[in-house]
């Protein structure tokens, strides 16, 4: 899919994706920290790579984590297919499927395929939840849950191809009012992303390191947001400051800071 609010530009034309060898490393390196509890495994879209995401799923749960799955459910085409798809997670406890079902991922809120994947979780046991993001001119509101699995309904973040689809119907604001960071804690992060590529990010695109060239658990004990030149502005006076101290070229108005 090219969902248009996708902030990692998640496509089929889209390339990069882990070897066994890399998840184990960074896994392996998460356990070292010893602070490390929780492994979301995200994308794109990793059904795709179905045996390497179980494995994944399986080396992350043989190594003590919690482990939580995101997907948009495009392989439950019936509840009976979807109980295939997820059974080899299902036997382990500690795995959790994080559902995407809403109007950027579907014509409804309520995705049939989503409803199969719920209704296979419940028939293996398998927590679920929803993740749907707010649409802005929505004629209809978000259910409170499918299948009885509950729905947690995000903002919009014009990050990503939200910029380019959807900011430019979005209401805006002046610049000069975005003055912090809405929805990170670049100060003391408790989630970073990892991607194919090895680059460590804080939020989608700020880069800290890359686990390929520099163990994961380094790059994570060195640091140091007030000496990165990107992190340190955006702690200090949000997207506003990091204009300023680089005297970079802005129009007047955003959707939101991200944007
Ligand atoms: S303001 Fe920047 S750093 Fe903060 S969440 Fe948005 S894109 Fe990420």
């Given amino acids: 899919m090219e969902c248009d609010h996708c902030f990692v530009w998640g496509s089929p034309k889209a390339g990069g994706v882990f070897t066994i060898e890399q998840i ?15 492994v979301s495994l995200e994308g794109g879209e990793h059904f795709l790579y179905y045996p390497i995401m179980v494995r994944a799923v399986e080396e992350a749960v043989k190594l003590g984590f919690r482990v939580e799955v995101l997907s948009n459910c495009y392989w ?8 295939e798809w ?14 995407s079902s809403d109007l950027y991922h579907g014509e409804n809120w309520r995705i049939e395929e989503v409803e199969n994947a719920v209704k296979a979780a419940n028939d293996l046991n398998m927590k679920a939840e929803i993740l749907s993001i707010k ?29 380019s689809k ?9 610049w000069r009012e975005f003055t912090e960071c809405p929805y990170e804690d670049l ?23 890359n686990a390929w060239q520099k163990p994961f658990s380094k790059i994570i004990e060195e640091y140091n947001p007030c000496e990165n ?20 070229p802005h129009d007047e108005f955003y959707a939101d800071a991200c944007h």
């Fill in 187 to 209: 100060v003391d992060p408790e989630r970073v992303h990892v991607d194919p590529l090895g680059y460590v990010h804080v939020c989608q695109g700020l880069s800290i390191g």
């Fill in 76 to 83: 439950a085409t019936s509840p009976e297919d979807a109980v």
């Fill in 229 to 248: 030149p990107i992190l340190e502005p955006l702690i200090r006076g949000g997207p506003v400051a990091l204009v300023e101290k680089f005297g970079l």
């Fill in 24 to 38: 184990k490393n960074v896994l392996a390196e998460a356990k070292n920290l010893g602070t490390v509890d929780f």
């Fill in 86 to 99: 997820l059974l080899p997670m299902a036997k382990a406890e500690n795995v959790e499927l994080s559902l």
């Fill in 135 to 163: 649409y802005p001119k929505a004629k209809v509101s978000c259910p409170s849950e499918i299948e009885g699995a509950k729905v947690g309904l995000y903002e919009l973040m014009y990050k990503g191809r939200a910029t």
């Fill in 166 to 174: 959807l900011a430019q119907e979005a209401d805006k604001k002046p």
